[in-house]
């Protein structure tokens, strides 16, 4: 498994529930207040992969999925070299 795929995974874990609960969805937005009181430190990573609607997700993991694998193989021969993928 990729971990571009992984990430998609997790946002959509993340995002489908937030979109039909409003308690969830304000419990892991960005809030600096609440982060420094509270010490919800969390919220810097939950924020990242929280969106607004069904299309703003699919929109954005397509564009993700399109880039991110791309990335993800020249990164790892920029790594580990050109053999190491075929192993």
Not at 6 to 16: K, Q
Not at 23 to 34: G, R, S, V
Not at 52 to 75: K, P, Q, R, T
Request: proline share 2%.
């Amino acid at each position: 498994m990729s971990i571009t795929f992984l990430i998609i995974i997790i946002t959509c874990a993340i995002s489908i529930p937030a979109f039909s609960k409003e308690q969830l969805k304000e419990d892991l937005l960005f809030w600096p207040y609440i982060i420094k009181g509270r010490g919800q430190y969390y919220r810097f990573l939950t924020n990242g992969v929280l969106h607004a609607d069904a299309m703003h997700l699919i929109f954005n993991m397509v564009s993700f999925y399109s880039f991110g694998s791309v990335l993800e193989d020249y990164l790892y021969k920029a790594v580990f070299g050109e053999q190491a993928r075929a192993l």
